[in-house]
């Protein structure tokens, strides 16, 4: 809730282009039912680590200091994706045309050292996520997503 607060208070252009809803009026149906199967994948992988560390337990819990190691890389990659969204006004959740905003390609920054900064920050966050929760599993099944 923080980082939303921060970011309308001094992006909210950035704010502004990630809670756009809604499909772009000339997003292909292939992109449609794409992100409702990657939605869907998401939902499942969450709800995966619960199984696993309450049911399954496919692999001991890790110790302690993973755990804690898998919150930290969580943290990071969260601060990863709200460092890109900062500093991406144009990081919109569906890509399209925003030449109407003047939009440009962003190559300073976090957006320098990585292309794709969101996608690093969220993997990185699921990663530790599941390490933080218990689940080895969750982290070695993460590629299917």
Do not use: C
């Not at 900062?86 to 320098?112: K, L, M, T």
């Amino acid at each position: 809730m923080l980082m939303i607060l921060a970011l309308a208070r001094w992006a909210p252009l950035s704010l502004e282009a990630r809670v756009q809803r809604g499909a772009v009026k000339n997003q292909p149906a292939a992109d449609k039912v794409a992100s409702a199967v990657l939605g869907i994948l998401n939902l499942a992988w969450f709800i995966f680590i619960a199984i696993d560390v309450h049911r399954l337990q496919i692999f001991p819990m890790p110790p302690n200091w993973l755990s804690i190691l898998g919150a930290a890389v969580g943290l990071a990659g969260y601060t990863v994706m709200v460092t890109a969204i900062w500093q991406n006004p144009y990081a919109a959740p569906i890509v399209g045309d925003q030449s109407e905003r003047h939009q440009v390609v962003i190559d300073s920054g976090i957006y320098a050292r990585v292309r794709h900064p969101l996608y690093l920050g969220y993997l990185a966050f699921l990663a530790g996520l599941a390490l933080w929760l218990g689940s080895v599993a969750s982290v070695i099944a993460l590629p299917l997503l």
